[in-house]
């Protein structure tokens, strides 16, 4: 059927969320006829039961949403290039899919099944590491985007979150990565370390004696060596160094090759034992003790979880100084750049 | 803790996903960095999907377009069986080129002279056995193991004598001639660097005796033994009339020894008798000078002049210069001409005895012409014929016209007076001369460089 926009139908109230009024007027002259067309034929959003004046409205909510990806402010619908570009930055089928369930629509949910049935499962099995825990963890989350749970009353859905910047099959994933790793630190009880209150517990809390007091001093050179180093050098060092990942691990999360994150390890390992050496030194100890007190290489933190228990304190010491580290709220930093 | 619950907490998934994917731009990136570098927990969520996600998310480094078969390419695939025959006929193509137009220089061998401090005496001792001496051992070894004694034996008779036609050698036993004076100079043994296949030639001695062609006598002169005339100082003649003659020369009376048998390959320098081979570059060694032998017919023997331009008292360039036996002529730009007779260390200049100026010098100025006695060369005038050559007589030795060569000593310009010099078709001028061409094309002869008739 050859869609032709009808600028006389209202925006339809069965899917999702409907456009404000104020933005009705602004919808209708919004997007151009030929670039709803191809967002048509593009999207397959037939197979996904949506109406035309549907798909036009759920079109025109997501560019209003982000303004057509300009400057809050601007005039979008004054330039179709910009809605163009806009639209193909954009998963637009999986998104327009996504949205389409989460309004409800049986058709949409049937081409969702068929689609991500088989890869959601084996992403659950993928993520626990077994296939009895994957299948639970699939169905919970099938169950969530149905939108059984309910928000103040509302039933809620979680694939309204997606904006279509990531497949939806990698948003799926990592969406049952949140759960898993959610249920998991609920289930083991183990307390968040960047939640935990005494996290931030400085060094002079702890117990006096010799070898506690050059550990203290150790740990204070380490957190302020730390701070001066970057973000990502933090993050190489937490991932290499705290969560025991791969090179090839971090190369692909990062996307760079493998030689490239051995090659920044070490040159920021090298780096980072010289500021400690140096801060330990300017705290009073000479070259050797300053050797003795870095226990040579940062790779014997790992190495003190085996010890006794009064090293593996000092160890969890030093690794919550890594910690430390943790911003703010992730929100604060983003700023009001998310929808 | 929730996601949902907590959303600001943490990214949400959908950016979490996003930096999985490499979807976020850098100023969105950078956040989610910083985060995940103290967050344990969205670490956790962030590997997790990666790995679960396994390759079908691929780093950014690794996704790169595969390469499009140009058209350039794919012609060249086709002929690529061909195109390494081609490329290896192009090199050789090209290297041959490269020799042609770069071709090597004459064989231009340097003969740097070995004791300057041992000049050789002529009268000091019998010429055969100082043509032997002045052979170094090496090669003496070598004659006398590849030659048989010369028949006859030293002949008692004083002016009488044979000389043995030296046949044209055979090209097996030049090639081992040439292999040994190679591995000779290689080694270092041989005092002269010559053209390998040119001392070859030279050492060259007939295997078997060859019955004498000619035999002339002359007066006894004192000093002078028989020779072969040295191709050396012919510079003029022809390849094809190289064929060394045969000449028998008379023993010096004063030295009271027969004449012995004369080698085929000997040069006479200043009435002594030395081989071609050993002794007349030998005794040249014994000169300081660095002469150059020139480019030669492979049948031939070598020519002399000055491997470098000598400084000249004018200051100014050598532009031609002749050596014969220990005389060295030079004409420099100017047209002035130098004589010198101790191997180029003191040059003199010559009184120009023409008109104009001389513009090149070389010696000898004739072939075919031999020193002998002039009994021999009456003689032997029907033996040898060919060089139709002839000078004026200046004097009244028309026929037998007196030319030694030049003497050792350098004061002795003067020939010696029972030397003979004949030429061996018919009477004639003198040989061994410096010939000299003026501007006005008029040719100058000289036995000694200093003194000069117009030819």
């Known amino acids: 059927m050859e869609y032709l926009p009808n600028v006389e139908i209202l925006p339809s109230q069965t899917v999702g969320t409907a456009i404000p009024a104020e933005l009705a007027p602004a919808a209708q002259s919004a997007i151009s006829p030929a670039l709803l067309a191809e967002l048509w034929r593009m999207c397959d959003a037939d197979s996904c039961g949506l109406t035309h004046p549907e798909f036009e409205q759920m079109v025109l909510r997501i560019g209003m949403a982000q303004n057509f990806g300009l400057a809050a402010g601007l005039a979008a619908e004054a330039m179709p290039a910009q809605q163009s570009v806009f639209f193909a930055g954009l998963r637009m089928a999986d998104l327009v899919l996504a949205r389409a369930c989460a309004g409800g629509s049986e058709r949409a949910w049937e081409r969702f099944i068929t689609l991500y049935r088989e890869p959601l499962l084996r992403a659950g099995i993928a993520i626990t590491g077994n296939e009895t825990l994957g299948r639970e963890l699939a169905d919970a989350l099938y169950a969530e985007l149905y939108g059984l749970t309910l928000r103040d009353g509302e039933r809620r859905c979680p694939l309204d979150s997606y904006s279509g910047r990531g497949s939806l099959i990698g948003w799926l994933r990592t969406t049952l990565a949140q759960r898993h790793v959610d249920r998991h630190r609920r289930t083991h009880r183990e307390q968040p370390l960047d939640e935990s209150g005494d996290c931030a517990a400085t060094p002079e809390e702890a117990a006096p004696g010799p070898d506690h007091q050059a550990v203290s001093l150790l740990a204070q050179v380490v957190h302020e060596a730390l701070g001066k180093e970057g973000p990502e050098e933090k993050l190489l060092l937490a991932s290499y160094y705290l969560d025991g990942r791969k090179l090839h691990e971090i190369a692909a999360v990062l996307g760079v090759h493998e030689a490239t994150v051995s090659r920044k390890l070490k040159r920021v390992t090298s780096a980072l034992r010289k500021q400690i050496v140096r801060g330990l030194e300017r705290k009073g100890m000479n070259r050797r003790q300053a050797e003795e007190a870095l226990s040579t290489d940062p790779r014997d933190l790992t190495a003190a979880e085996h010890r006794d228990g009064a090293a593996d304190r000092e160890y969890l010491r030093l690794k919550e100084l890594l910690q430390s580290s943790t911003p703010g709220p992730f929100k604060e930093q983003t700023g009001s750049t998310r929808s | ?455």
């Not at chain 2, 985060?35 to 480094?61: D, N, S, W």
């Not at chain 2, 003969?111 to 010429?127: M, Y």
Request: hydrophobic letters at 40%.
């Open chain 2, 1 to 455: 803790m929730h996601p949902m619950t907590q959303p600001d907490l943490h990214p949400d998934a959908d950016t979490l996903n996003a930096f999985v994917e490499h979807a976020l731009s850098a100023p969105e990136r950078g956040p989610v960095i910083t985060h995940m570098a103290g967050c344990k927990r969205c670490r956790e969520i962030v590997y997790l999907a990666q790995a679960a996600a396994g390759p079908e998310v691929t780093p950014a480094f690794a996704v790169q377009p595969e390469p499009r078969p140009r058209r350039f390419s794919a012609v060249f695939a086709r002929w690529r069986v061909a195109l390494v025959p081609a490329a290896a006929l192009a090199s050789v193509g090209a290297i041959v080129l490269w020799v042609q137009l770069h071709p090597a220089p004459g064989r231009m061998e340097t003969a740097k002279l070995a004791s300057p401090s041992a000049p050789h005496s002529p009268q000091a001792a019998p010429p055969g056995v100082d043509s032997e001496l002045a052979i170094p051992p090496r090669i003496r070894q070598d004659r006398a193991a590849a030659t048989p004694p010369l028949s006859p034996p030293p002949q008692p008779e004083p002016r009488r004598g044979h000389a043995a036609k030296k046949p044209a050698p055979p090209a097996a036993e030049i090639n081992q001639l040439t292999a040994a004076t190679l591995s000779e100079q290689r080694r270092g043994e041989s005092p002269i660097h010559l053209d390998a296949r040119s001392a070859a030639m030279a050492r060259y001695v007939p295997s078997q005796p060859v019955p004498p062609r000619a035999v002339v006598t002359s007066t006894p002169p004192p000093a002078l033994t028989p020779f072969e005339a040295s191709p050396l100082a012919d510079p003029l003649r022809s390849a094809s009339e190289r064929k060394p003659k045969t000449v028998e020369g008379l023993p010096s009376p004063a030295s009271g020894a027969a004449p012995g048998p004369i080698p085929g390959n000997a040069v006479a320098l200043h009435g002594q008798l030395a081989p071609i081979a050993a002794g007349g570059p030998a005794q040249m060694a014994a000169q300081p000078a660095q002469l150059e032998l020139a480019p030669q017919a492979t049948n031939g023997f070598a020519l002399m002049r000055l491997a470098r331009r000598a400084k000249l008292p004018s200051g100014l360039n050598t532009v031609s210069s002749a050596a014969l036996l220990n005389r060295l002529l030079a004409v420099d730009s100017a047209g002035s001409v130098f004589l010198s007779q101790d191997g180029g260390k003191r040059w003199e200049m010559v009184k120009p005895q023409w008109s104009g100026k001389a513009i090149t010098v070389h010696a000898p100025a004739q072939n075919g012409h031999q020193l002998l006695t002039g009994t021999a060369a009456r003689e032997d005038s029907t033996a040898v014929s060919g060089n139709s050559q002839k000078a004026p007589a200046e004097d009244g030795s028309a026929v037998n016209a007196p030319a030694p060569p030049p003497p050792a000593d350098a004061n002795a310009a003067s020939p010696p007076e029972n030397a003979t010099l004949i030429s061996t078709a018919a009477p004639g001028p003198p040989t061994l001369l410096f010939k000299l061409v003026t501007d006005r094309r008029e040719v100058w002869v000289s036995l000694d460089g200093k003194v000069w008739r117009k030819q």
